[in-house]
Structures are given as structure tokens and as C-alpha cells.
């Protein structure tokens, strides 16, 4: 019987993430009135169980700044400060609010739904200077939302034939369908922690996606959950390893080191497809600069999938394009080159919102890899410290299962929330929205359209 | 009309939130000299005590005075008094709405005047639209400063040579904010500044209550696309009906109320059942070309011939062609809704991420029309992300008439920007909220006149800016971008 794809969630909370953004100190002047308790509707203020006399400690990871108790209390007692453990979260892209966002969506599973307006700055750069359209009066819109209409967000990873060659000797396509354009790196971080690998893959098993494993930190618990895991190995490595482990697999990526010699890679992936003529590969890019020899093997069908790979804060090539820069122009190029349709483009990093996904998508991919950003979900804080020492939120010790559901949850409601930017597009299946620059505004291109005739183009980009 | 005073309106708080806090170190000595040097009242000695406290540090202004005679810093003998920044100051507020920002509005309402000291009233910190531009004021002296008072700030909402005239003497009136979203005694404060001010203010959805039928006159009614509350008599009587296709918080996505906030008494209204989450749908489902839209309008022309319509729009990238399809089924205003626009609840991506800011809309729509030849028939009234004066001067000179505010008016009631309003128990300040025992916070005879009084700080403000610029009448202000000058935030 035909079954609408759904997500199951169920919130999950971790005692890592449990961290507020303010903190309400309670001065010596306090007069243990109680009035702070009859004005806090979050429960912050309460007495102090051992002696009624007394006001306890404000609980502040429960205060949502309404400033109520501190504005009523009449001996000006209460004060209200920023947590600073909250504010040193994450650094200048990961930034507190971000991760306290993606936190939250792993907890719940649900779209973070908030009262009042935007808060944040008028644009940015990267991904905050692009803005999604909508739809008017005009184009019928969807509602996929509250599940009247259905709006479909599988995308196929792999290789299509453009046009039919021989009617006699079908070339079937050969690509897997992933049911949300999210794939996931295991191990983002490299501290190979088993209960986290095995979280993420079991966690994409379950979605019906695609997790990225390496060779050389795949273990046998991962074995009933194969056809769901992309093999990854360096370009001059993949005959080193388990042999076993290449017959089955299915999905393997190469990833290019800095320089190889020309002829390598052609060897390589011929070498593969003669093994295995139904795998897919896929070629992990690190540079925006696309070269001849790239086009030429995707021509000759020995490449299926491209991944371009930006740094933790979306950066190609160490800071010289941003990831949708660089997704847009190998998106043209590949277009122009009639070769767009026959593979799947992937970006991945830098992706930490919801809003991330479909933007990226925008710009030219056909789906997006996400890597920190599930780390975050399990508590990550971005700190780096685990590569000096121990994980300060724990991430090795974390229980799979409770892990699994944390990413379960975060990539529903990132599911969710691509299903509203969709329908208030009204686009109904997200395989129309790759490419479609024409349903977003860019920053530059808006502010000059708008702008330009009043102030000089000088003032405006400086 | 005749001119509206402000009457002083003190907050509703014991502790005041202010920019700075004063303190007294142990060297005082109650000497009291500070009480009398201090002109905004920050120290006082209370009644049958004999020790001075810095009771109102929220009226502080800062180290601007340590310049006069009247410091409290310098005037004390011994040194005893210091001044810092709050510590609740760095914890209020956002790129959009800073602290400074709240905290003006907060002193607006309260006296009904420009802000004084030197706290930043005019612009917000979020980087870009109107926050990085301003007017350059080079007085042109063409108006006399002893004829400010009639600068002309009002403006007219029908341009269509047909149907009734209308006019409001300032160029804003509110926002459709539903019972539900907000509390009854939040709307009538709305609703009587309204009456004072002979603007108008807006049901939004959420059905009529009768408790607005005295104020009729200044209450648009708006029809939108889960016509909750609508029926024949509330269109009958409104004198503008607002339909509502779409709101810039959350453009494409429809309307939402949690179910927390959807009490018995607000079901009534919207002829619903309570508790459950109401979803308004998006689109209008029998709306899907400007035919269907003209068939929508004439219904309501029908219902009520004198009525002024007035379309409520998000910002895409073709809104332009939205305005003028508007336009000819028969719209007597537009009525632009920004990106960055309030809501009661809305999904935090939309907020940001869908169709664009009300900044970039206005030139685009307001230049079309202007190439369409029909500006000068259609009333564009913008909204979403409109904070202060400033921002609707900022809005005209881009080339709106007008504008629509809805945040200001629920930050002059005392709104810190929370953002707790979607669900639970609703506003923990008493303002969006349907909860019976919070909703007691607010007296509308308080809000009104909290209300009332930052409309005349905006209108005082509006005339001192014509009076640089030299205009003698807001509707000349209208797309004169030359007027502005680009400043990147300072």
C-alpha cells in the first residue's frame, strides 16, 4: 500500500545542551518578598525548599527575558545578565543562536515557532545574503505543511541517462532515491567514536538517506545497514583497503589529494567499474577550480556524483569562495556543458540552519551533506577542544540510540521547514527548486536594483 | 484638527529598566544635594527617611550631563555617586529593536516628546536598509521654525476620484493585530488612541469583538484567508476593509494561532474549537488571478458600497506586478507587509528567509506604479520592520504615503521583545496574551494615552524633519530620495 513519508519523532532532551541565554542574579538586597514568584509565569522564582523564609536561586535556564520580575521587584534586587556560557558557544559563524537552534529542533523535532519579529541583522554574508521567494495571489502556492497537499522532498543520487541510445540495450539508470535532499557525514569531527558513527548511519538508515563513512573507520555493527552508508577512501588508498568490504559496497567516494597524476584517476575509477559496473562514484572536490579533465570524466559516465566540500564556515579553497559561489558556477558549467542532468551535484559544509538546505539547493545542488551540524545536535558546542583533549559535552560516551533520535528529530524539523519555504514558493517537489536562482534574491542584486538610483554604487559595497 | 497634547504616563513598573545605573558608594553621607542637582528625578530621599536613594536610575541620562552645572557626579561632595551602564541594558533588545531603541520608544510614550540624552531614537544596529541611510538636513530655511506646528503631516487614503475621501493627520494608523494574538484590553487601548488621533487601527483575524463597536469609526476589519470571525455585520461596519493575503513575518505560510492561546472566549469569535491549533491556509483558495481578486473586492462593495479596500501583501520578488494587478481590481490602498515584520507566532525561518525587506519593496513597487502612470490613484502604505519616525520618514522619501505600525505600539504598552508571545499562557507582560489573569496587567485607559503620546513624539519628530528638509507637508516628502544620504550603519 502507498505510505506518505513521514519522520517519527520523540523529544529527546540531553543534559549537555540544557544551557540559558540569561542569567537572573539575585542581589543581597532581596527582601524574600515572593513577589518575583507571582510575576514569573516560567516558575524561575521559588522559595527555598528547606527554609520557607527564604527565596532559592533563580532558575534561570528557564528564564525567557521578559524582564517581569526584574522590572516588579520592588527593592530593584533582581538582575537580569547575559549567560556568558551561552555566549562563548561556537565561534563567529557557528554563532550561540545557531547552535541554541539546532539544539533545540534535536530535542523537539518540531519548527521553532516563536512570537514577534526578526530579530537579527538586515543581511550577511554567504547564505544570510539570500533571500527565498514566495508566491502571490498569482501562482497557485501548497500547504504541504499541515499535510493537505503532498510536496515531495526525494531527490535521486546517482547517475540518469539523458536521453534513450539504444532501445534494445537499456542503459538503466543508476542513481539510489534518497527520501530528503540531507545526506550525512558520520564523523565530522574525526574522533572516530563507534556509538556516534553508528548513530548517524542508523539515523540515515532510518531516513531513508545516505551516510558517509570512511574506509578505515567502518566496523561490523555497520554491516545490516550498508546499502544506506557512501565508502569513502582517498584516491591513492581505495585498492589498500578490505576487499570484502568493496564487493559490497554499493557507494563509494574518492576524495583528490592536493595534486595526483593525470592519469590516476581515470585508472582508478575504470579499475572500479570494471569491478562493479552497477557502483556509484563520487568524486569529493575540495576547490572551486573545476578542471577539464573533471568534465571529461563525468562525460565519459565514470563519475556519477560531484561533492563539493567547503570548510566548517562554507569556505572553498581556504576563504576564496563561498560555498554557493562555488556550487553555482560547477551547477552553469555543468549545465552548459549539457552534462547538468545526467549527475547529482552535492555540496556540503558550512550548512547549520534549516534555511541552509534549501538555499544551498538554489545554488545549483541537488542536496546538501550536513556534518556539523548533526554534531551539534548531539551537544557539540564547536569548540575544537576535542582535538587537544576530551569532548566537554560527552559526545563519545552518548548513548546511539539517544543519539539516533536527536538526529532523527533535528532532520524532521529541517524537513519541515524546508516543506514551508516549498510551499510558500509553491513549488511542489524539491528537484524543481536545484538551479532555481529565479526563486531567490540576492543580496547585491537587490540592493542595487533598489538602492542604486539614490545612493552611489560606491557607498553601497564598500 | 485640533492639536493633541500629551498627558505625562508613567510606566506600570516599581523597577524601571534604563540604560544607566546609578549607585551610592558608603562614603555618602545623605547630604542631599544630588536630589536637587539631578534634573530627571533619579535620586530622591523617600518620605520620613533620612537616607537618599537612586530610586529611578531608569531616567538617568548618562554621562551627557556631566558637562552642566546640574551633574550629580560632579556636584557631590565626596564622590560618592557612580554611574554605569545596566546590566539588564545588555540583556534587553536586538539587532532590530536595540536597547536604545526600546527604551526611547519606552520614554516616548511616557511624555509624549522627543527623546532627550543620548540615547540613539532614530535607528536601529541591524547593518542595512533603514538603518544605513539617513536625511541629509541642510536646511533649506524656506519654512519659519515659528510655523512648525503646521507643517502638514496629514495624508489622504482614497485617490481614486470616487467613493468616499478620507484623511488621517498623521501618516500611520495600526495594524491588524486579532483578538487572540493580542489581549481585548491591548486592543481598545489601540482602538481609543485611534479615536484620539482620528486614525484608524485594525481587528486583523480573529472576528470583532463588541467591546470595539464604540470606536467603529477608527476600526478597520480584516478579511483574511481563514475568514475567521467574518460575517456580513463587521464588514458593514468598518470603513476600511483590509483583506489580507498574505503577512510579511510569514509570507506564503497563512496564520497562525497555537492552541494554548486559543481560550474559550476566542474560539467564540472565531467560530472555532478551543484549544485546537488554528491555521489560517495560504493562499485564498478562491483566489488565483486578479479576476478572482476583483470578484473578492466587488463581494465586499457590495455588502458595504462605502467601504475603502485596502490589500494586505508580502513582499516577493514580483510584487510590483501584485500592486498594479491590486490596483485594477479595484484596491484603494496597498498595503505592503515587510519581511521583518511582527507576529504573534510565526516559524523563526520565515521571518528571515522568505521574500524580502520592506525597504527594497517600496522603491520597487512605488517606481512601477510611477512607470504605470497610476501612482497617483492608488494609496502605499508600508509596514513590517517600521520602528520609529525616522523609519516612516525613511519609508515616504522612498515612496510610500504612508505607513502601517504594529511592534511600536505594543513596545509603548511595555513590550521588551520576548518573543514568548506564541504559545503557553502567551505575553508574561500582559500584552499578547489571552490568558483572564494576565490580560488584567494592561488598562486600556493607561495604554491609550502610552500610546497616544508616542504618536505625538512621532509627529513632532516628522515636523522637525520637514522643517530641515524644508517641506511644509508630508505629501511632498513622497519618493524624494535626494532627501537621503547613505551612512553604512555609522
Known sequence: ?462 | MKAIEPIPCSTRYRSEIGKYQVSLTADCFHCGVCIEACPSGVLERKEGFNYVAALNSARCQGPLCQAGSFSCTTRCPVDAIKIDLAPQWKALGDFRWTPDLIITTWQQAETGEIPLGNLEYRVGGSGGGFDCFEFALDNPGSVPFSEIEKISTSICLNRRGEGRSLEIPIPWYGAGMSFGSVSLPTMLSRARAAKTWQTFTSTGEGGYPEELVPYKDHVITQIATGLFGVREETIQRAPIIEFKYAQGAKPGLGGHLLGDKNTPAVARKREAIPWTSLFSPFPFHSVYSVEDHKKHIDWVKTIHPDALISVKVSTPSDVDMVAVGSYYAGANIINLDGGYGGTGAAPEIAKKNIAMPIEYAITKVHRFLVEEGIRDEIVLLASGGIRTAHDIAKSIALGADGVIIGTSELVALGCVRCGNCESGRGCPRGIATTDSELDQLIDPEWGAQRIINLYAAWQKQLRLLLYQVGLKDIKGLRGRTDLLRYTNGR
Open chain 1, 1 to 462: 500500500m502507498y505510505e506518505r513519508y513521514r519522520i517519527e519523532t520523540s523529544p529527546i532532551k540531553l543534559a549537555s545542551t540544557q544551557i540559558g541565554k540569561f542569567d537572573i542574579i539575585r542581589k543581597d538586597n532581596c527582601l524574600n518578598c515572593g513577589q518575583c514568584i507571582s510575576h514569573c509565569i516560567y516558575d524561575v522564582h521559588r522559595r527555598d525548599e528547606k527554609d520557607h523564609r527564604k527565596m532559592a536561586e533563580p532558575v534561570s535556564h528557564l528564564c525567557k527575558n521578559c524582564f517581569a520580575c526584574v522590572q516588579n521587584c520592588p527593592g530593584q534586587a533582581l538582575e537580569m545578565v547575559r549567560n556568558e556560557e551561552f555566549e562563548s558557544l561556537g565561534d563567529a559563524y557557528w554563532t550561540p543562536p545557531i547552535i541554541h537552534a539546532i539544539w533545540k529542533e534535536a530535542e523537539e523535532g518540531k519548527i521553532p515557532v516563536y512570537g514577534a519579529g526578526y530579530r537579527g541583522r538586515f543581511k550577511g554574508s554567504g547564505f544570510d545574503a539570500i533571500w527565498t521567494d514566495m508566491s502571490e495571489i498569482v501562482r497557485p502556492t501548497r500547504d504541504g505543511i499541515h499535510s493537505r497537499e503532498y510536496i515531495a522532498t526525494a531527490v535521486d543520487v546517482g547517475r540518469k541517462p539523458s536521453w534513450i541510445i539504444d532501445f534494445e540495450n537499456l542503459d538503466l539508470p543508476r542513481f539510489h532515491e534518497i527520501q530528503i535532499p540531507m545526506l550525512f557525514e558520520a564523523d565530522p569531527l574525526g574522533i572516530r567514536a563507534k556509538n556516534i558513527i553508528l548513530a548517524v548511519v542508523r539515523a540515515a538508515h532510518e531516513l531513508g538517506t545516505l551516510a558517509y563513512v570512511d574506509f578505515e573507520n567502518s566496523f561490523d555493527e555497520l554491516e545490516p545497514y550498508i546499502k544506506s552508508v557512501v565508502l569513502r577512501s582517498p584516491l591513492d588508498r581505495i585498492f589498500q583497503t578490505d576487499p570484502a568490504l568493496l564487493r559490497k559496497a554499493s557507494f563509494v567516494e574518492l576524495t583528490l589529494p592536493e595534486s595526483h597524476p593525470a592519469d590516476e584517476l581515470e585508472g582508478v575509477l575504470t579499475r572500479l567499474k570494471s569491478h562493479n559496473p552497477a557502483l556509484l562514484v563520487s568524486l569529493g572536490l575540495s576547490s572551486h577550480l573545476f578542471t577539464e579533465e573533471l568534465f571529461r570524466l563525468v562525460e565519459e559516465s565514470l563519475v556519477d556524483v560531484l561533492n563539493l566540500s567547503a570548510d566548517h564556515h562554507g569556505q572553498c579553497s581556504g576563504g576564496e569562495m563561498f560555498i554557493t559561489d562555488s556550487t553555482r558556477k560547477l551547477h552553469l558549467n555543468l549545465v552548459k556543458r549539457h552534462i547538468r542532468d545526467g549527475i547529482t551535484l552535492l555540496g556540503k559544509g558550512g550548512i547549520a540552519a534549516a534555511e541552509h538546505v534549501p538555499k544551498l539547493i538554489i545554488c545549483g545542488t541537488d542536496a546538501a551533506v550536513l556534518d556539523y551540524s548533526l554534531m551539534v545536535a548531539l551537544g557539540c558546542r564547536m569548540c575544537e577542544e576535542c582535538r587537544i583533549k576530551d569532548c566537554p559535552a560527552g559526545l563519545p560516551g552518548l548513548d546511539s540510540e539517544a543519539a539516533e533520535q536527536r538526529i532523527i528529530n533535528l532532520a524532521c524539523a529541517w524537513r519541515d521547514q524546508l516543506l514551508e519555504i516549498l510551499s510558500a514558493m509553491g513549488i511542489r517537489d524539491v528537484r524543481r527548486l536545484r538551479g532555481e536562482v529565479g526563486r531567490a534574491m540576492f543580496y547585491e542584486e537587490i540592493e542595487r536594483e533598489s538602492f542604486g538610483f539614490i545612493f552611489e554604487e560606491r557607498y553601497l559595497f564598500k
